[in-house]
């Protein structure tokens, strides 16, 4: 097996995993993070199929760009929660 | 890039666009209809740009044609740059709708209070047939009767209804 494949089937699984994260975590904020994570591993295939100006694009907008637009409506929404025990404690709200 | 790697990337950009699709129909809150979204728009690019590929025997080289070297024996191991044109694209039309997909999620917990998909359709229900004076739906397959029909001017209506002096 190349090098190149070797990378790429690495890169596939973990692009799968990160997008069953999100949407399987219970942490939305989490669950934020994972989306612009497959964004990233996206725009590594891009690399591979000869696109750099797509990956280029992939990289800034879809992943900086939206991670940023989700982290900020995750504030709104008041879904930024780091860790899911002491929001519990503080709040004594059920986690949604 | 051998036949393996390729037939790889597309179970990836398949798998994409199935767990967005499935993520999109399945999920109850709002916040993640909106990463299901975006991971099914990836899915969907990914798709777009592996369809594109081309490679001869010495590989694929990217759509860009320097100066001094000869476009036609370049072009039988360049890579299509039509549908990275689009995807480069769709990937901004895409963060758009993220954003506006957001600022509607900001909108209905702001006036409703909850991101839970059930909870935000019976309190709309419930708004919708307290505005319109009506009783609540029995169930959902006998939905409100007497709901009105958007509200008609006074003039129209007289001139429609036969039998009425104008």
Redesign the interface.
Known sequence: MAWADLVIVIMVVLVLVAACAALFLKNLLGAAVATALVSLGVSVFFVMLRAPDVALTEAAIGAGLGGLLLALAARRLGLWRIEAQEESEHAGGPAC | ??E??LL??L??AL??VA??I??LVL?R?L??V???L??AE??A??LL??VG?RQSAWG????IIESGRDAASLTPSM?DPIP?AL??TA??I??GV??LA??L??RA?GAYGT??MNALRARMETDIDSAAGTQPARCQHAPAGGRPLPPISAGARRADTPGTPA
């Open positions: 890039m051998s393996f790697a790889t990337l179970i990836g798998g994409l767990l967005g499935g993520g999920s809150n916040f993640r909106v990463l299901a975006a991971l990836a899915g690019n990914l740009v592996l590929f694929a080289i990217a759509p890579v990275q995807v480069l990937i901004v895409g963060v993220q954003a957001l600022s999620a900001i917990y991101l839970d």
